[in-house]
Nanobody
Framework: QVQLVESGGTLVHAGGSLRLSCAAS????????MGWFRQAPGKEREFVAA????????AYADSVKGRFTIARDNAKRTAYLQMNSLKPEDTAVYYC?????????????????WGQGTQVTVSS
């Protein structure tokens, strides 16, 4: 069992940066793939980024490549999403997710555990 708590969401101006954190509880955090998804008002929840347990493999949505970076610190049981060059279209609730095997998937139904979400608002 894994419980996830996101933090770091806030209001930021376009072009700014923000780092989200996802603190996990559970004995086997280091074995999990960690992902970030986001959901804007009136839209489906979409994949943003994911990282394997070792940190050696990552995946990103095309819309955030080159601007966002996912990372993890297994000792701290925390995953991060560094977001740079933010745009108004990045405004959404950002969710942390975890899946209990070693493969990265971009589809949300593969993820077993979810946080409550943190709001990111980018003003123009």
């Amino acid at each position: 069992q894994v419980q996830l708590v996101e933090s770091g969401g806030t209001l930021v101006h376009a072009g700014g940066s923000l780092r989200l954190s996802c603190a996990a509880s559970g004995r086997t955090f280091s074995n999990y793939v960690m992902g970030w998804f986001r959901q804007a008002p009136g839209k489906e929840r979409e994949f943003v980024a994911a990282i394997r347990w070792s940190g050696s493999s990552t995946a990103y949505a095309d819309s955030v490549k080159g601007r966002f970076t996912i990372a993890r610190d297994n000792a701290k049981r925390t995953a991060y999403l560094q977001m740079n060059s933010l745009k108004p279209e990045d405004t959404a609730v950002y969710y942390c997710a975890a899946r209990s095997d070693g493969y990265i998937y971009t589809q949300r139904h593969y993820y077993n555990y979810w946080g409550q979400g943190t709001q990111v608002t980018v003003s123009s």
